[in-house]
T-cell receptor, first 114, second 116 residues
């Protein structure tokens, strides 16, 4: 069984401030973890993924996330928020071994204040 | 690479009619395609998984006779919402998996269905 919890359905930051979106996972086997971004009325775009290699993963648009097994976390960060970062962000979990279902978190809407 | 398209992007239909949504992988062959449903301000809920040439696997609570899925080729899957009702109004998103080793799914842009 696997699950994802995203703390905070809404996060507001000022432009230029640090972005921190929280994700905790539960998995009975080593997980693969993903962060996706969704703009209004669009599909999901992959920001970054962790697949058991380096624990600090760098993605597109200046985002990065760190896999912390001891904390079962995979928080998404960006040093300086940009207006274009305003969107919905989803954390997702699956694991290796052929096809495995991907489970999505409930999403965090990021608002960037000018 | 790894582009997934959906058609149509928006559709409005009358209650009782059927609507077909297409999902295509444009530059790769998809071993598996997935159909999700997303209600406003909510996450994606997996409806079904389809493999080319075989019957789709539906998630618990999803009516297979209402949401018909056909995966006729490695680049095309279709979702038909039969006898649509207003409660079927939602954002439907497909995704495709390129190979069995990778776990990344590539998402289509979604289809907004409104049933009047």
């Amino acid at each position: 069984a696997q699950s994802v919890t995203q703390l905070g359905s809404h996060v507001s930051v000022s432009e230029g401030a640090l972005v921190l979106l929280r994700c905790n996972y539960s998995s009975s086997v080593p997980p693969y973890l993903f962060w996706y971004v969704q703009y209004p009325n669009q599909g999901l775009q992959l920001l970054l993924k962790y697949t058991s290699a380096a624990t600090l993963v760098k993605g597109i648009n200046g985002f990065e996330a760190e896999f912390k097994k001891s904390e079962t976390s995979f928080h998404l960060t960006k040093p300086s928020a940009h207006m274009s970062d305003a969107a919905e962000y989803f954390c997702a979990v699956t694991h290796s071994g052929g096809y495995q279902k991907v489970t999505f978190g409930t999403g965090t809407k990021l608002q960037v204040i000018p | 690479g790894a582009v997934v398209s959906q058609h149509p992007s928006r559709v409005i239909c009358k209650s009782g009619t059927s609507v077909k949504i297409e999902c295509r992988s444009l530059d790769f062959q998809a071993t598996t395609m997935f159909w999700y449903r997303q209600f406003p301000k909510q996450s994606l809920m997996l409806m079904a998984t389809s493999n080319e040439g075989s019957k789709a696997t539906y998630e618990q609570g999803v009516e297979k006779d209402k949401f018909l899925i056909n995966h006729a080729s490695l680049t095309l899957s279709t979702l038909t919402v039969t006898s649509a009702h207003p409660e079927d109004s939602s954002f439907y998103i497909c995704s495709a998996r390129r190979d069995l080793r990778g776990n990344e799914q590539f998402f289509g842009p979604g289809t907004r269905l409104t049933v009047l």
